[in-house]
């Protein structure tokens, strides 16, 4: 499987020019690109030289998040041209809108929200064709810490490289929860308090949110300035991706269904497994892939860890259908006969909401 790299750029390789005594006008950029062997490349442009230093292949694809500047976007493009040439790569450039450094109210307000947006986009549009690396080694420095946490809050890889060197950092996807549900009284206030400040007494009647709670227990998701409460920019990280776990809806199939009421199941430990389905970041964690690579079987297999309960599943359109769960005994002998196919699950109809 290729990996599509998500990578934040800045301006290093216009900063080089500088450094050369270089013209930074777009022609100029577009001929030093065009002569610049690699061992060139690398000194000119952090983002190459992490791209070059963690092994960009060919059909490798690379999301180039450019700053919300002119001439981020004008480099973000010529190091895609560049890069597309030399190693045969896919390559997407994405202007993050308030991503800049001179109105830091802008940069928390608008630039990291939809520098999250894009990346859990992203995730979602490609997680089943490609290994996904969250690459912070260019772009704002600021922007780093928040890059950790976007990574570590949805289960990214974090890959970066020091400055001239050819040393890798890899942070491996870190099973970090948070107290989630908790953002679901922000609902009938998200819309303002993301955007604005709002007063606080209009945001306690919408949400039920006393002083003490206000103080204490959600310090770290809003920001209380006087008498007025906004998001911070952690708390919209976080929102983001309460809204991303309520996305998937779970079916049960009759087979499923029947098993659970008649059967020797565990039915509340089987719930409980469901319900986690419903996050698809970790559903994708979960998935049991070898399965499929033994031919008679097309639907995927759910392995919630070290439990004997395994389940049978497909997705569409963020519904999760369950089709068939199964011991870990009566499991095997299923994978060994094979017969667990799609087609057999198709009828909508025979399935009911469970979550």
């Known amino acids: ?37 690699e061992s060139i490349l690398t000194k000119a442009s952090a983002e190459i030289n992490s791209l070059f230093h963690m092994g960009i292949m060919q059909d490798d694809r690379v999301v180039f998040l450019s700053s919300d500047t002119d001439e981020g976007e004008m480099a973000a493009n010529s190091l895609a041209k560049k890069l597309e040439k030399i190693k045969g790569c896919n390559t997407v450039i994405k202007r993050i809108k308030g991503l800049q ?22 995730v979602e549009s490609n997680r089943h064709y ?16 928040y890059l950790t946490f976007i990574g570590m809050i949805f289960h990214l890889p974090i890959r970066y490289i020091f400055e001239r060197s050819e040393s890798i950092i890899e942070l491996p996807p870190i099973p970090i929860d948070f107290d989630i549900e908790r953002l679901k009284r922000l609902e009938p206030v998200i819309d303002r308090i993301t955007s604005d400040y709002m007063p606080i007494k209009y945001f306690r009647d919408a949400t039920g949110y006393s002083y003490d709670d206000i103080e204490h227990d959600t310090r770290d998701i809003l920001f209380r300035e006087d008498d007025f ?10 929102y983001q991706r309460y809204l991303q776990i309520k996305g998937n809806k779970v079916y049960i199939s009759q087979i499923v269904s029947k098993k659970l009421e008649f059967g020797s199941y565990d ?30 079987i097309d639907l995927d297999c759910y392995k919630g860890g070290s439990t004997s309960e395994r389940i049978f599943f497909y997705t569409e359109d963020k519904h999760v259908y369950i089709c068939e769960i199964f011991m870990h005994d009566e499991y095997e002998r299923t994978i060994e006969q094979g ?3 799609l087609e057999k699950f198709e009828n909508k109809k025979t399935f009911k909401e469970a979550y």
């Open 101 to 122: 450094i001179q109105d830091r109210k802008e940069f928390d307000r608008t630039g990291i929200p939809n520098l999250t947006e894009v990346i859990i986009n992203e």
């Open 267 to 296: 039915k509340q430990a089987f719930e409980n497994l469901f319900k986690k389905m419903k996050d698809p970041i970790h559903l994708q964690s979960k998935i049991h892939p070898e399965i499929k690579k033994k031919g008679k």
């Open 130 to 145: 490609y290994n996904i690396v969250l690459n912070a080694t260019a772009g704002y420095k600021a922007a780093v810490p």
């Open 1 to 37: 499987m290729n990996t599509l790299y998500l990578c934040p750029s800045g301006i290093s390789v216009l900063e080089y020019l500088k450094r050369n005594n270089i013209d930074t006008s777009l022609e100029s950029l577009n001929d030093f690109l065009k002569n610049a062997d």
């Open 339 to 341: 017969g667990l196919l």
């Open 229 to 238: 409460i906004t998001l911070r920019p952690v708390g919209r990280i976080l």
